[in-house]
């Protein structure tokens, strides 16, 4: 089969390599064999290639295959495995090793794809989703002791479209950051409800002092980090928090420039990593939830391209190309 690997940190154009390994082993028990069709490329993806800011660069005695998430048809099932069948179409997370053409999966990070759900929707069908779920939740964490307005950056983004989309039905009070002026224009377009502001703007500060009311938000929902991060700390109401999500900026941000302390400040940290603590049943239920989404609003997982796992490194640019609107996929045939 194939699959991209890389054995050392790097520039995933550069250390990704498509080449052929052995098919994983036959399912055991409780375990499908799925032949991936579609898997997305996720800015944390690449980050795990490429390796995470502060870490040290490594190399790896044995290859890796990166990705999480993905979807394909079920080829095989192993003993006792009952509701999933040969045949099958399935969205799965996290499940290692997506970037391959074939993997062995358990039943519980197994979805069956609902009827109508396109194979690119089903693809990405569940990170970003649960993503969204596990802001929300740490969105109501701050807001328990002062409610006030949600600001977020990278709002353009797939991740960003799904929080805009959830502020309008729960009547979240949220103001949108985008970096360029063409970008403020297309989401504004998008979400005509919400004020989308663009950091190129040399007021946009005192844009979103005026649109948080004067008072500045309780939450940012930062997916950019480095010197940004210090300027919407500044954009807090005292008692605000910050949550960071994402690094898709560059450079770093001392906390001393904060004021954490004088302004009794909160950062926190959300990782999607945090989702798998949840019970069961918890997990169940907004996996769920994620399915009705991705066949009731379709929208909401947009495909910015599809390449084949042997075009990775035209898919990689893609990702990293400005103005991109939605998620770019790598695909593998059906046989
Ligand atoms: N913590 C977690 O578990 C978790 C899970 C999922 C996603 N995430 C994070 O969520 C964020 C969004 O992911 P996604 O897949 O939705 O992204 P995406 O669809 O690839 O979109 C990326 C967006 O980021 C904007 N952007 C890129 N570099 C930027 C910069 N330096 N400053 C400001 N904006 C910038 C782009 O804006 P332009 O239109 O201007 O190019 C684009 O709108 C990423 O940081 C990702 O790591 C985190």
Partial sequence: MRALTYDQHGQAGQVLRLS????????????VRVRVLSRPIHPGDLAVVEGFPGESRQRFATPRIPGVEGMGVIETVGEGVQDLRPGQRVAFFPVPAAWSELLTAPTD???????????????????????????????????RSQAGAVVQ?????????????????????????????TGAQTLRQRFPELTTISTADADWRTQVRDATGGRGAQVVLDAVGGSLTGELAGLL?????????????????????????????TVRG??????????????????????????TSPELF??????????FAKAVDHVRRPGKSGTVLLTSPAS
């Fill in 153 to 181: 950056t990278a709002a353009g983004s797939s991740v960003g479209k799904l929080v805009s989309a959830a502020a309008l039905k729960h009547g979240i009070p949220l103001v949108n950051l985008v970096r360029s002026a």
């Fill in 302 to 311: 947009e495909v910015a391209a599809s390449y084949d796992l042997a075009d």
């Fill in 270 to 295: 959300v990782s999607i990593g945090q989702w798998m603590t949840r019970t069961p049943e918890e997990r169940a239920e907004d996996v769920a939830l994620a399915a009705r989404l991705a066949a």
């Fill in 109 to 143: 990070l197994v979805v069956p794809v609902p009827e109508g759900v396109s194979d690119e929707t089903a693809a990405l069908m569940l990170v970003n989703p649960l993503t969204l779920l596990t802001l929300l939740r740490a969105v109501e964490d701050a807001q």
């Fill in 237 to 265: 109401d005292d008692g605000g928090t910050l949550i960071t999500y994402g690094q898709l900026g560059s450079g770093s941000t001392p906390l001393e420039s904060l004021a954490l302390t004088p302004r009794a400040l």
């Fill in 20 to 31: 052929e390994q052995p098919p994983p082993a036959a399912p055991a028990a409780g375990q």
